[in-house]
């Protein structure tokens, strides 16, 4: 399998370099109106903005800096296939202007400009982000009623163009399958908070750049990506900051298109994908070992997994995971401006497959020969089986 990627140091206000209808999913986190990181990206793009937030005028700001993301968001319209999905990061601001303190709710005013040019929501995620200072408190303190609230959470908007996508070639169907998660993966990455997710590792080429990135943790991109898309689409972030999304579609292998407008986030890029083979490694083999822990566990409580993985023959929950297949990522070039070509291996990691030799490695294959009864499901895990087989 092979993937392509290219970055382009433009404003995605214009992405007519890409065609329209040829983009699978949309991942991306756009500066966040009303935060003051922000402030100066929005006035280069209107520099009416900086009058309004001059003279206190708070709401007439926030709604020009989302002036210019509506358009972003058109462009996205354009380039998703139907059936293809949006989702964007994004926080709320909370901000003084003059004596007056209030919430701007950037991620209802984005939703309703989705949802006007004819997107369909669905059900979204919000992500607990860690906080260094957990007691701090806006207002009045301990006094009522002039305290505010601690933002701690970001949401992910999950929109679809037009009707559910279809998969219906025989090559589409297995892809699809080859794309599947694991059983234990879905029951957490689909539920609709996320407390889970660490800072981000990101290494950034200088303090500046680190300072002005609000880069996303790699998880973010890389369950969403594995979530609504599969192996060999082209996945686009119109705000692509550091790369984050850029190196999850690597890992996942996926193609991917990222636009940036700020030219000295190059150089991070750059840093970002020479260290994508490894972070891409490194996280097969945790998702693998981490299923491993599972069947283990499973095994040692005395139920038995019904299906064996058809690549890797380990055993598996579902029907629907076996003929799941991570691919490893061989070599990555650059091949043009700003273009990158990755090569993966098609073939599972030995150290996982559990044929005569490998599975004396692995600790639960002794427990798939004994002869235990499988412990006896309850109703609500009948339901659950019978919904993935
Ligand atoms: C919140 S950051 C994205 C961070 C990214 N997710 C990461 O992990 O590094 C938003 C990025 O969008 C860029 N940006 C802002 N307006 C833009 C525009 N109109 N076109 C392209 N990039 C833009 C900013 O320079 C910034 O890097």
Same mark, same amino acid.
């Given at each position: 399998m092979e993937t392509t990627h290219r970055i382009f140091f433009q404003n995605s206000n214009d992405m007519s370099a890409l065609s329209p209808a040829s983009v699978d999913l949309v991942v991306t986190s756009p +500066?966040? +109106? *009303?935060?003051? *990181?922000w402030d100066e990206v929005f006035i280069d793009l209107n520099p009416a903005i900086r009058k309004a937030l001059a003279d206190q005028r708070g709401m007439a700001a926030f709604e020009m800096m989302h002036k210019e993301l509506d358009c972003v968001w058109e462009e996205v319209l354009r380039l998703l296939k139907f059936g293809g999905l949006a989702c964007i990061n994004i926080g709320d601001a909370t901000r003084t202007i003059g004596n007056d303190f209030m919430l701007y709710p950037n991620h209802s005013r984005i939703l309703a400009k989705m949802l006007d040019i004819g997107f369909s929501a669905l059900p979204e995620i919000l992500w607990r982000k860690q906080t260094n200072a957990p007691n701090k408190f806006m207002g009045s303190g301990m006094l009522p009623a002039g305290a505010y609230v601690t933002l701690e959470h970001e949401h992910i908007l999950i929109l679809r163009k037009g009707p559910k996508r279809e998969f219906r070639s025989a090559i589409e169907k297995r892809i699809r399958r080859e794309s599947a998660i694991f059983w234990e993966e879905r029951n957490a990455w689909y539920s609709d908070v996320w407390f889970d997710l660490k800072g981000t590792t990101q290494k950034m080429a200088t303090d500046d750049v680190r300072h002005r990135s609000a880069a996303f943790p790699f998880e973010i991109p890389y369950r969403l990506i594995n979530m609504f898309s599969v192996k060999e689409d082209r996945v686009l972030d119109p705000f692509l900051g550091t790369g984050t999304t850029m190196l999850a579609a690597i890992a996942a292998g996926r193609h991917s298109n990222g636009f940036e407008i700020? +030219?000295?986030f190059r150089k991070a890029n750059l840093s970002g994908l020479t260290e994508v083979k490894e972070l891409a490694k490194v996280k097969t083999a945790n998702r693998l070992d981490n299923h491993m822990a599972f069947v283990n566990q499973r095994y040692a409580s005395g139920s038995k997994l019904k299906y064996r993985n058809k690549h890797y023959g380990f055993p598996v929950m579902t029907n629907q995971e076996t003929e799941l297949l991570f691919n490893t990522l061989e070599s990555i070039a650059e091949t043009g401006d700003n273009t990158f070509k990755v090569c993966y291996c098609d073939k599972p990691q030995e150290k996982y497959v559990t044929d005569q030799e490998g599975s004396k490695r692995l600790k639960f294959f002794s427990c798939l020969d004994d002869n235990k009864p499988e412990a006896e499901p309850s109703p609500k895990k009948n339901i659950q089986r019978r919904l993935f087989d």
């Open positions: +500066p966040y +109106p *009303m935060i003051q *990181m700020e +030219p000295d």
